[in-house]
């Protein structure tokens, strides 16, 4: 089997003026140069080889994400990450949870988004997703660097999807 991802980030905002000098044939401007579409595979610059998709409920409040043992696509298949990198990762927090969903870097065998493994923490409140690039810059995926730990209230769910390559 084999994947291909096509990760898209995009912020695309229309402005139209109005007034006595602004031309009615075409009185808009588009602003959308941040935008990114590309395409990755096993043999691109990105390289993708594994996925996993699921949502994770959080127990009493917890919950961790173990790149080593990450619930696959089909729901039942684990996915291990050992070796690889973090190439592209999305959390959202959906919008029926009462309260915010913190991802941060697990407190044991944490895993750092940049090659230093630098702790890091992003609180997302309900409604809200993070959507993040690693491209091919992140650390590998090991037994010192492999845990995301997740807080919120309760039995929150949080959506996860994770491409390693």
Known sequence: MSISVLYQSR????????????????????????????????????????????????SSGTGTI????????????SVDGTGLKVQYMKFRNLSTNANSITVAKGAS?????????????????PGQEILFKGNDSS????SGAKTIDVTGTGSQVLEVAVVLG
Request: proline share 6%; aromatic share 6%.
């Open 11 to 58: 912020i695309a905002v229309t402005k139209t003026f109005t007034g006595p000098y602004v031309s009615a044939v075409d009185p808009a401007i588009l602003i959308d140069q941040l935008s990114t579409s590309e395409t990755s595979t096993a043999s691109s610059t990105i390289p993708v080889t594994k996925d996993s998709a699921y949502q994770l409920t959080l």
């Open 66 to 77: 173990d790149l080593t043992a990450l619930i696959g696509v089909e729901g039942t298949a």
């Open 109 to 125: 065998n944490g895993y750092g988004l940049n090659a230093a493994g630098t702790t890091w923490s992003i609180p997302i409140s």
């Open 139 to 142: 650390p590998d995926v090991g």
